[in-house]
């Protein structure tokens, strides 16, 4: 009887731990091992090399697969060298929205200036969260050529994190147009597009003024000839990921010091323009 309760007792054990491995393994690896393949125990224990990853980023029956290549390629060491930036830009074109989502973002990691011209289109993607990866790429590469597909998505598009950020990217560029782009957004139904143009306003012009477009009509008309004399310089800021699950579950050991944000960032391309 004894006997028999130690097994029970360690049959329950085995089966706790195992519990446990197959939910860090869904959180963490998107729960392949539900499915029979054991990739995500997998990769845990022994994560895909570089040469791995630029495979799987043509596996062309997983998208998911094909996802998490893109995602752990540009945020390598390495993900901004050439053949890997070349794959970002084939990518932006995959049927599915989500690796099409991530080789935007890739590429506003580590593309050039002249990639502006590829993450424009896809301001006008099917997929909001596509478009809202390429507002928040725009705003790490400096073109002049985003100017006007930038304001038309602050203007029109259904998503508000969209517009937001659009609204974000447009406070590097120092030209009419945009000045009065903004100051109609400060009438957006949704608060967040609105401070994001008031920001926007204030580094274009260095003046703090209220949230009301005709306090910014004003500050035109009184400084028509020196507009954006006082111009900020438009800064970026990297995200720092928190701490992760599995270093939150293990409570008895000692929690590591935070990561110190990373520094923020001008866009690629904006020394080299004057506006």
């Excluded at 002049?144 to 598009?157: G, R, V």
């Excluded at 000839?225 to 270093?247: C, K």
Aim: proline share 7%; net charge neutral; glycine share 6%.
């Amino acid at each position: 009887m004894v006997q028999d309760m130690g097994l029970t007792m360690k049959t329950l054990n085995t089966l706790g731990s195992m519990s446990l491995l197959v939910l860090v393994g869904c959180i963490t690896g998107g729960c392949e091992m539900i499915n029979g393949s054991g990739n995500a125990i997998s990769n845990l224990v022994s994560p895909p090399t570089p040469s791995e990853e630029a495979r799987n980023v043509f596996n062309v029956y997983d998208p998911d697969i094909r996802r998490r290549a893109l995602n752990n390629l540009s945020a390598s060491p390495f993900g901004g060298e050439g053949p890997y930036v070349r794959l970002y830009r084939l990518l932006i074109d995959d049927p599915d929205p989500t690796v099409r989502a991530a080789a935007v973002k890739a590429l506003g990691l580590h593309g050039e200036v002249k990639d502006v011209s590829l993450i424009n289109i896809r301001l006008e993607d099917e997929a909001s969260m596509v478009r809202w990866e390429a507002s928040k790429s725009l705003q790490k590469i400096h073109n002049p050529q985003a100017i006007k597909p930038l304001i038309a998505a602050m203007n029109k598009d259904s998503d508000h994190d969209v517009r937001m950020a659009c609204a974000d990217a447009l406070g590097q560029y120092a030209q009419p147009e945009v000045f009065s782009a903004l100051v109609a957004a400060l009438d957006d139904s949704r608060f967040g597009v609105a401070l994001a143009a008031q920001k926007s306003l204030t580094i274009l012009t260095g003046a703090e003024l209220c949230s009301e477009g005709s306090a910014w009509l004003k500050y035109r008309e009184a400084n028509t000839s020196n507009l954006f004399a006082n111009q900020q310089t438009y800064m970026w800021q990297p995200y720092t990921p928190p701490r992760g699950f599995v270093s939150k579950m293990q409570f008895w050991k000692k929690a590591k010091p935070a990561k110190p944000a990373k520094p923020a960032q001008t866009p690629v391309g904006l020394d080299d323009n004057d506006s």
